[in-house]
C-alpha cells in the first residue's frame, strides 16, 4: 500500500538508508529515486519462489467472480504462477501495452519519489518477500502485494493514465498541503475500490486482491458500508489500516475514476481543510448503501 500518509513519518524517525529501524529494506544500494536492482538471479531462495506460489495458489483460488475482468484476465496473460516475476520481462510486456515501466525499490519510497515515478510510468514493486509467519498478514507492502495486487491493473488503458495523473496530483497536492486527503482517495480506489459489473460488485483495489480474507468479506458481509464513489466525499473519510475497511467506495467504471478526479483540486482542498474528517463507519443521510453480492 504504497502511498501512506505515514510514509514520511517513518522517514524522519529513521535514518534513511540506515539499517538501524522500522523500514526492513534494505536502502544501501538505492540511488536517488529509491530504485535498486531486481536481482532476481541471485536474491530469492528457493524457499522464496515456494512461498510466492502458496500465496499465489490461495489468491488465484479466490478471484474469480469476484475481481473485475482486466485483473483476471491480465493476471493469467502475466503467468506468474510459478516463483516471484522477473520485473524486467513484466515491464517488456506492459510497455508494450500502456507505457509503464517497472521499477524495484528496497520498500516504501518517501512520498515525493513514489509520486514522481507515478507521473513518468513507473510502477516501483518491492524486492523482497514477505516470511512464512505474515502468510495471512503483513504490516509493510511486499512484492506479493506489490506486484499481484497492482500490476494486472496497469494493463488497462484509462486506469494506467489515471495512475499517471494521480502521481501529476501527488506532487502538486504536496505544495498545496493536500496530501491526507489525496492519500484517502488513494486508499478508498486504488487500494481498497469496489467497481460495478453486470453480475455485481467486483474489486478493483489492490489492498484488497492481495488479500486472504478481505477478499470475501468485502462482496460478501453484511457489515461494512459499500457506498457509490464521489471525490469530495472519500478525501474527508478516515480509514482504518489495522483491520478490514468498514466502507468501500463504488465506481461505475474506469472513465468514472480518470473523469470524476480530473478537476483541479486546489479549490476542493481549501473546502476540506474547513471541514472535520468523517469516521470511517460513517454513512451520511441520503446516501446509498448498495447491498452485498448474493
Ligand atoms: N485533478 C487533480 C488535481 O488537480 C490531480 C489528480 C488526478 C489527483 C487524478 C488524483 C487523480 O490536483
Ligand atoms: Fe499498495
Request: hydrophobic content about 40%; aromatic content about 14%; some cysteine.
Amino acid at each position: 500500500m504504497s502511498t501512506n500518509p505515514n510514509t514520511d513519518d517513518f522517514f524522519a524517525t529513521v535514518a534513511t538508508k540506515s539499517d538501524s529501524g522500522a523500514l526492513r529494506g534494505d536502502y544501501s544500494q538505492a540511488d536517488a529515486n529509491y530504485v535498486v536492482a531486481q536481482n532476481w538471479d541471485t536474491f530469492y531462495t528457493p524457499e522464496q519462489h515456494a512461498l510466492w506460489r502458496r500465496l499465489y495458489a490461495r489468491q488465484a483460488k479466490l478471484i474469480p467472480g469476484r475481481a473485475c475482468d482486466v485483473f483476471i484476465d491480465s493476471l493469467k496473460a502475466l503467468d506468474v504462477s510459478q516463483g516471484i516475476p522477473r520485473f524486467d520481462r513484466t515491464t517488456e510486456a506492459l510497455y508494450k501495452a500502456t507505457g509503464w515501466q517497472l521499477v524495484a525499490v528496497p520498500g516504501l519510497v518517501p512520498d515525493h519519489t513514489f509520486f514522481e515515478h507515478l507521473a513518468n510510468r513507473r510502477f516501483p514493486v518491492t524486492v523482497w518477500l514477505r516470511e512464512e509467519h505474515e502468510f495471512d498478514y503483513i504490516v509493510e507492502p511486499d512484492v506479493f502485494h506489490d506486484f499481484f495486487g497492482h500490476v494486472p491493473l496497469l494493463f488497462n488503458p484509462i486506469f494506467a493514465d489515471h495512475l499517471q495523473e494521480y502521481g501529476k496530483g501527488g506532487l502538486k497536492a504536496l505544495k498545496l498541503d493536500g496530501l491526507a486527503y489525496l492519500a484517502r482517495l488513494y486508499w478508498y480506489t486504488i487500494e481498497f475500490g469496489l467497481i460495478r459489473s453486470e453480475q455485481g460488485l467486483r474489486i478493483y483495489g489492490a489492498g484488497i486482491l492481495s488479500s486472504g480474507g478481505e477478499v470475501e468479506y468485502c462482496l460478501s458481509s453484511d457489515q461494512p458500508r459499500r457506498v457509490p464513489f464521489q471525490v469530495e466525499r472519500i478525501m474527508r473519510t478516515l480509514y482504518k489500516i489495522d483491520s478490514y475497511q468498514e466502507t468501500y467506495f463504488v465506481i461505475d467504471d474506469f472513465e468514472q475514476l480518470f473523469n470524476d478526479t480530473a478537476p483541479d483540486f486546489t479549490p476542493l482542498y481549501e473546502r476540506l481543510k474547513q471541514q472535520d474528517a468523517l469516521p470511517a463507519n460513517t454513512l451520511l443521510a441520503g446516501e446509498t448503501n448498495l447491498p452485498p453480492n448474493r
